[in-house]
């Protein structure tokens, strides 16, 4: 039988979902599954394979990613805001909240209604954690040298090292050296950020496993908090990030117990594969 599929996006960064509630034949997809799928040539093209699985504890449904290369994502922002908008705009209740289970726990989000269904979600990201396991001193990595620049390591549940004051053109050149770099043997993202004059930042993403990206939730999260701990945004306020796909909302706590995004969501098209 063929396998249906879903295309979505949030603000270019783009993922091809399937829903292994109602096909649990979409379970034995994998690594080169996602590489076949992803790839902007010969497959459908996008960033990453979105799979909705059954809840195996406390949500609507467990959400899991692939990367473009086939890796495992821990966790995606952008991801999961797709996902809360197919699961909401097949409820007749028309929800105004959605949890749904992640690789960083159970995770709530606020949506925002429209005449075509769900137009923005905002998602309760949990905690961010300042760590990168393997210093010897296990302790934070906050304005430590990498690759000639400062950098902050954030855990959004998956990695991010955020680079204060490196021009986002700079994403292309350095993302690939530091994604691989031997203090992050299961890879990081990486953020490239620069202050705008509106208080909010441009940020651009190397995103781990897949390159640069147009657009990268948990990163956008990750650079704000790092840029709050300098004392260059404001902790409980809505801070704009402009990505190269469009712009996000991010508000961090200040004890840093919690992290919000915010932004549009768009459903693409949909198809089968044999």
């Known amino acids: 039988m063929p396998l249906a599929f879903w295309k979505y996006e949030g603000l270019g960064n ?43 504890g406390a949500g609507l449904a467990r959400m899991s990613v692939l990367n473009a290369d086939g890796s495992v994502a821990e966790m995606c922002g952008n991801g999961l805001r797709c996902v809360v908008k197919y699961l909401a705009d097949r409820d007749p209740s028309r929800p105004q909240r959605l949890k ?7 995770l709530e989000s606020e ?3 429209g005449p075509d269904g769900v ?11 300042l760590e990168a396991p393997t210093l010897p001193h296990g302790g934070p990595f906050v304005r430590t040298p990498m690759e000639g620049h400062l950098g902050t390591a954030v855990s959004m549940g998956n990695p991010h090292l955020v680079l204060l004051d490196v021009p986002p053109p700079e994403a292309g050149r350095l993302g690939p050296v530091i994604e691989r770099h031997s ?19 441009d940020v651009a993403v190397w995103e781990r496993g897949v390159g640069l990206t147009l657009a ?9 908090v790092a840029s709050a701990l300098e004392g260059r945004s404001p902790f409980d306020q809505w801070v704009p990030v402009q990505l190269p796909g469009g712009p996000l909302d991010i508000k961090v706590a200040k004890d840093l117990s919690q992290v919000w995004l915010r932004g549009a969501v768009r459903f693409v098209f949909q198809g089968s594969l044999p």
Do not use: K, Y
């Not at 992050?184 to 202050?195: G, S």
């Not at 990268?216 to 704000?224: F, L, N, S, W, Y």
């Open 14 to 56: 783009d993922f091809v979902l399937f829903d292994a509630r109602s096909d649990p034949s979409a379970l034995a997809l994998g690594p080169d599954d996602a590489r076949r799928l992803c790839d902007r040539h010969h497959g459908i093209g996008a960033d990453g394979l979105l799979i909705i699985e059954r809840p195996r």
């Open 100 to 106: 749904v289970a992640t690789g960083a726990g159970v």
């Open 111 to 113: 949506l925002d209604w």
């Open 119 to 129: 137009e923005r979600v905002t998602v309760a990201m949990g905690p961010a954690r």
């Open 183 to 201: 203090l992050f043997p299961q890879r990081t993202n990486v953020e490239f950020v620069a202050p705008r004059a509106d208080g909010g930042l």
């Open 216 to 224: 990268c939730g948990t990163g956008a999260c990750a650079a704000v």
